[in-house]
């Protein structure tokens, strides 16, 4: 099923200074909640569906600066805004899916049904000499551990049905225990038991947002994602891509979101966009290029771009790229977002209240409803 | 000089039988009752408020039980949320070093920190082996980990030394003024390449080091591996201790190891948790506590507890009579507890019942604001204690009550702050920042020698 509302997704990435491989900035505003409250308030502003937070297990090599973990920060600014959605990066090469999808479910909590997880695999061989691993896992490995985790944390969320707390004082019955599961998993990487110890979280699963070719070069959409991230820079590949993977989508009667990854570059004039984006360009190191789909122009050109785009089924929405930050998050608010409410092509406000509810996804009902429980009956009073 | 008090709060939620019957008591899995928790322990300019772990439902016999709380959010993703919303009291998490890694949980506590401006503690438990593990065969902590069989005591705890050593080197890795001027300085950050029994990690960290240095590390173990890691790593220890006699002999073990490891003798906060039940009047302090205490238990769950606790099977045992003979040494069953439980029940003639209320609930301290202050001063006069934590019964009455009423009369008689004098929890808790073990090569740097 399709994105029908006539809107298109609007979503975006924060990390660093932005994805231009020239942004810099005051490595001092990277370990500073200020920063990211600035970055999240504006894109709020702007109406985003949500923001994703990247995040790393290891200093980047070159660009040495320093980050944040994306989950603190993305619990620390739920409380200072209201809509828009929270998107964590939390990788799955050496976690344990039980606190991993325990985190991801408590993001949920304090935001009120706003959190989505980006469960990426950690390729790099400096993460992995910080987790007891000489060289990294094998691409193969990686993928099937994600794909595992996720199934996995998706049984975890089950674990507790959505009215497993019943808190019932005349029957003296905190909990209903027929509600509780164990999920008694059996996979080739991980054995667990459950149920969770936190609730079922307010959206049922935190939305799973997928990157294709993320670090790896190969897209799996296998792990079912609710969000799909692709970086075509062709409208036709765009559109060979997103009904393939609709298709894919539709065979098993699951709703996916497609996005495509764009890289606006914003000028007064076209010229002046252009000019901006060729000095970035000169001043990025050899070698280091800008991944997938640019625009360079006017807020009006890129608008039209977009909707170009989006109406002929290219996607059904966008993830915006940064290019520097936080300048450009200030410019999607200010002058693009507008554009694209104008052409009618984005909401004016907030609708729902939960990130499912901005991304018309259904709220999934839990795997273990109605099954057999194990409750105890010889201490019933 | 008299000595400074220090009170930190625990969120009583899963373990606490059943308070959560009280008409007045607020919804576990809200975030606003977490919200309400920090604010009015902030309100009453406490140190800290803290959070426990489990990493299991709780159940017996493979199955679950209704009357008692279980869940809870996770603490790692809970603070952050609470720093947004309070700008001072202290933020304490507890966190198992037996199922972590020391990269992720360094990132995660150096970032609480960093979120808050200095306010995150670690509580570090190496998480114990309950008997509803052992009644299942095995231990049910480590099958949500992919594991067959919790590790030993003494080895858990040769992990957490290690464990513990390795994430402070992690929040040491980069010095205090790597990001001067707002560029990385990169020949101040520093690998650390660690590669012992436990845990192989190259590093740096790619958090720079915590506004506190170190966060604060509490530890409550009270085997002699606890005691021991607690003198040698601790900022604050937690006690069970309710008896002042009991309490000073643990406040004197401890400074002697303390002088042992070489830390000066206070360097640490020893809190016993306390619960304060306190009203206006002596007679409402006391129909209060009357009125809680009958709402604590019945005898579904009374037999539940016991069971839990014991690993046998006490659904049809008649709660009046002595404690019926089960055989210690079956499977599944906590031989050591049951025959504690048996002589107890021989020696004093107590009831399966009266025992249940002996060993399940802990009485609390009653009486007027100014009875509870007279308790904490003596008790922190004596040497037995530099505070307590605080265990409230029914939430948020007791926070409030305390707060309300307690908290003025410790004022008043000059031995609590009436402001918070600094703004990290290490301020509140008067403990030294760790220096970093770049600082000394620093500040040659910087004399140029």
């Given at each position: 099923?399709?994105?029908?509302?006539?809107?298109?997704?609007?979503?975006?990435s924060?990390?660093?200074?932005?994805?231009?491989?020239?942004?810099t900035g005051?490595?001092?505003?990277?370990?500073q909640v200020?920063?990211?409250?600035?970055?999240?308030?504006?894109?709020?502003r702007?109406?985003?569906?949500?923001?994703l937070l990247?995040?790393?297990?290891?200093?980047?090599?070159?660009?040495?600066?320093?980050?944040?973990?994306?989950?603190?920060?993305?619990?620390?600014?739920?409380?200072?805004?209201?809509?828009?959605?929270?998107?964590?990066?939390?990788p799955?090469?050496?976690?344990?899916?039980?606190?991993?999808?325990?985190?991801?479910a408590?993001?949920?909590?304090?935001?009120g049904g706003?959190?989505?997880?980006h469960?990426?695999?950690?390729?790099?061989?400096?993460?992995?000499?910080?987790?007891?691993?000489?060289?990294?896992?094998?691409?193969?490995?990686?993928h099937?551990?994600?794909?595992?985790f996720?199934?996995?944390?998706?049984?975890?969320?089950?674990?507790?049905?959505?009215?497993?707390?019943?808190?019932?004082?005349?029957?003296?019955?905190?909990?209903?225990?027929?509600?509780?599961?164990h999920?008694?998993?059996v996979?080739?990487?991980?054995?667990?038991?459950?149920p969770?110890?936190?609730?079922?979280?307010?959206?049922?699963?935190?939305?799973?947002?997928?990157?294709?070719?993320?670090?790896?070069?190969?897209?799996?959409?296998?792990?079912?994602a609710?969000?799909l991230?692709?970086?075509?820079?062709?409208?036709?590949?765009?559109?060979?891509?997103?009904?393939?993977?609709?298709?894919?989508?539709a065979?098993?009667?699951?709703?996916?979101?497609?996005?495509?990854?764009?890289?606006?570059?914003?000028?007064?004039?076209?010229?002046?966009?252009?000019?901006?984006?060729?000095?970035?360009?000169?001043?990025?190191?050899?070698?280091?290029r800008?991944?997938?789909?640019?625009?360079?122009?006017?807020?009006?050109?890129i608008?039209?771009e977009?909707?170009?785009?989006?109406?002929?089924?290219a996607?059904?929405?966008?993830?915006?790229?940064?290019?520097?930050l936080?300048?450009?998050?200030?410019?999607?608010?200010?002058?693009?977002v507008?554009?694209?409410?104008r052409r009618?092509?984005?909401?004016?406000?907030?609708?729902?209240?939960?990130?499912?509810?901005?991304?018309?996804?259904?709220?999934?009902?839990?795997?273990?409803?109605?099954?057999?429980?194990?409750?105890?009956?010889?201490?019933?009073? | 000089?008299?000595?400074?008090?220090?009170?930190?709060?625990?969120f009583?939620?899963?373990?606490?039988?059943?308070a959560?019957?009280?008409?007045?008591?607020?919804?576990?899995?809200a975030?606003?009752?977490?919200?309400?928790?920090?604010?009015t322990?902030?309100?009453?300019?406490?140190?800290f408020?803290?959070?426990?772990?489990?990493?299991?439902?709780?159940?017996?016999?493979?199955?679950?039980?209704?009357?008692?709380?279980?869940?809870?959010?996770?603490?790692?993703?809970?603070?952050?949320?609470?720093?947004?919303?309070?700008?001072?009291i202290?933020?304490?998490?507890?966190?198992?070093?037996?199922?972590?890694?020391?990269?992720?949980?360094?990132?995660?506590?150096?970032?609480?920190?960093h979120v808050?401006?200095?306010r995150?503690?670690?509580?570090?438990?190496?998480?114990?082996?309950?008997?509803?593990a052992?009644?299942?065969?095995?231990?049910?902590?480590?099958?949500?980990?992919s594991?067959?069989?919790?590790?030993?005591?003494?080895?858990?705890?040769?992990?957490?030394?290690e464990?513990?050593?390795?994430?402070?080197?992690?929040?040491?890795?980069?010095?205090e003024?790597?990001?001067?001027?707002?560029?990385?300085?990169?020949a101040?950050?520093?690998?650390?390449?660690?590669?012992?029994?436990?845990?192989a990690?190259?590093?740096?960290?790619?958090?720079?080091?915590p506004?506190?240095?170190?966060?604060?590390?509490?530890?409550?173990?009270?085997?002699?591996?606890?005691?021991?890691l607690?003198a040698?790593?601790?900022?604050?220890?937690?006690?069970?201790?309710?008896?002042?006699?009991?309490?000073?002999?643990?406040?004197?073990?401890?400074?002697?190891?303390?002088?042992?490891?070489?830390r000066?003798?206070?360097?640490v906060?020893?809190?016993?948790?306390?619960?304060?039940?306190?009203?206006?009047?002596?007679?409402?302090?006391?129909?209060?506590?009357?009125?809680?205490?009958?709402?604590?238990?019945?005898?579904?769950?009374?037999?539940?507890?016991?069971?839990?606790?014991s690993?046998?099977?006490?659904?049809?045992?008649?709660?009046?009579?002595?404690?019926?003979?089960?055989?210690?040494?079956?499977?599944?069953?906590?031989?050591?507890?049951?025959?504690?439980?048996?002589?107890?029940?021989?020696?004093?003639g107590?009831?399966?019942r009266?025992?249940?209320?002996?060993?399940?609930?802990?009485p609390?301290?009653?009486g007027?604001?100014?009875?509870?202050?007279?308790?904490?001063?003596?008790?922190?006069?004596?040497?037995?204690?530099?505070?307590?934590?605080?265990?409230?019964t029914?939430?948020?009455?007791d926070?409030?009550?305390?707060?309300?009423l307690?908290?003025?009369?410790?004022?008043?008689?000059?031995?609590?702050?009436?402001a918070?004098?600094?703004t990290?929890?290490?301020?509140?808790?008067?403990?030294a920042?760790?220096?970093?073990?770049?600082?000394?090569?620093?500040?040659?740097?910087?004399?140029?020698?």
């Open positions: 099923m399709t994105h029908h509302s006539g809107h298109m997704i609007l979503s975006a924060i990390a660093g200074f932005g994805f231009h491989p020239a942004a005051d490595a001092r505003h990277l370990v200020d920063y990211y409250r600035r970055l999240v308030q504006a894109a709020e702007a109406r985003l569906d949500f923001v990247d995040d790393a297990r290891a200093l980047p090599e070159g660009r040495c600066h320093g980050r944040l973990d994306a989950l603190a920060v993305l619990s620390r600014l739920a409380p200072e805004t209201r809509s828009i959605g929270l998107a964590v990066s939390k799955t090469t050496y976690s344990e899916p039980f606190h991993v999808s325990r985190e991801v408590t993001l949920d909590f304090v935001s706003r959190a989505a997880w469960p990426g695999t950690t390729a790099s061989a400096a993460e992995a000499r910080n987790f007891g691993h000489d060289q990294p896992l094998p691409a193969a490995v990686r099937a551990i994600a794909e595992e996720v199934a996995v944390s998706r049984k975890l969320w089950d674990s507790w049905e959505d009215d497993a707390v019943i808190v019932d004082r005349r029957r003296g019955l905190y909990i209903d225990p027929h509600k509780l599961h999920i008694d998993h996979g080739r990487h991980f054995r667990i038991r459950g969770q110890i936190t609730y079922r979280p307010p959206q049922g699963h935190v939305v799973v947002i997928q990157i294709a070719g993320d670090h790896d070069g190969e897209p799996h959409t296998a792990i079912a609710d969000v991230i692709l970086h075509d820079t062709t409208l036709e590949a765009a559109r060979d891509a997103y009904a393939r993977h609709q298709a894919q989508a065979s098993v009667h699951h709703t996916l979101r497609v996005l495509q990854a764009v890289m606006p570059v914003i000028g007064a004039t076209d010229a002046a966009a252009q000019a901006r984006a060729d000095a970035l360009d000169a001043r990025a190191a050899d070698g280091d800008v991944r997938g789909l640019r625009l360079v122009g006017t807020p009006a050109h608008a039209d977009l909707v170009r785009w989006f109406r002929s089924g996607a059904d929405g966008f993830h915006l790229l940064p290019a520097e936080p300048a450009d998050m200030d410019e999607y608010a200010g002058l693009l507008p554009e694209l409410q009618g092509a984005f909401r004016t406000e907030y609708a729902g209240r939960t990130l499912r509810e901005h991304l018309q996804l259904p709220r999934p009902a839990s795997q273990f409803a109605g099954a057999p429980s194990e409750a105890h009956t010889a201490y019933h009073g | 000089m008299t000595r400074h008090i220090h009170i930190g709060v625990f009583q939620g899963v373990g606490h039988t059943i959560w019957r009280h008409p007045d008591h607020a919804p576990h899995d975030f606003e009752t977490y919200v309400r928790f920090a604010q322990a902030e309100r009453g300019l406490l140190d408020i803290f959070f426990g772990e489990g990493l299991v439902v709780r159940e017996h016999q493979g199955k679950f039980f209704g009357p008692i709380v279980n869940g809870r959010p996770d603490t790692i993703a809970l603070l952050p949320a609470l720093a947004a919303v309070t700008e001072r202290g933020l304490a998490a507890t966190i198992s070093s037996t199922y972590n890694q020391p990269y992720e949980l360094a990132r995660q506590l150096a970032s609480i920190d808050s401006a200095g995150a503690a670690w509580n570090v438990v190496t998480s114990f082996s309950n008997s509803a052992r009644d299942s065969g095995g231990d049910q902590v480590a099958y949500n980990f594991k067959e069989k919790h590790l030993e005591h003494a080895t858990r705890y040769d992990r957490a030394r464990f513990v050593a390795l994430i402070r080197q992690l929040w040491d890795s980069w010095e003024d790597a990001l001067d001027g707002g560029r990385v300085n990169a101040k950050i520093h690998a650390v390449d660690h590669a012992a029994a436990w845990f990690v190259h590093g740096p960290l790619d958090v720079p080091r506004p506190q240095g170190h966060p604060v590390i509490i530890q409550a173990g009270q085997s002699d591996d606890g005691r021991d607690a040698r790593i601790a900022d604050v220890i937690f006690s069970p201790f309710r008896d002042l006699e009991e309490s000073r002999a643990h406040y004197a073990d401890i400074q002697a190891r303390l002088l042992r490891y070489g000066p003798s206070d360097a906060r020893v809190l016993p948790g306390l619960a304060v039940v306190t009203a206006p009047t002596e007679r409402e302090a006391h129909d209060k506590a009357e009125a809680y205490r009958r709402l604590m238990l019945t005898d579904v769950v009374r037999r539940y507890l016991l069971g839990e606790q690993g046998a099977d006490f659904a049809d045992v008649d709660l009046d009579g002595l404690l019926p003979d089960i055989d210690p040494s079956q499977p599944g069953v906590n031989g050591p507890l049951l025959t504690r439980w048996q002589e107890l029940s021989r020696e004093r107590l009831s399966v009266q025992i249940a209320d002996t060993i399940l609930s802990r609390p301290v009653v007027t604001p100014a009875q509870i202050a007279d308790h904490f001063e003596h008790w922190v006069d004596t040497g037995a204690s530099d505070g307590f934590l605080l265990t409230p029914v939430f948020p009455n926070l409030d009550d305390f707060v309300d307690v908290v003025p009369e410790l004022q008043a008689r000059g031995r609590f702050r009436s918070y004098d600094g990290t929890l290490r301020d509140h808790l008067r403990v920042r760790p220096a970093g073990r770049w600082a000394r090569s620093s500040a040659s740097v910087a004399a140029g020698t």
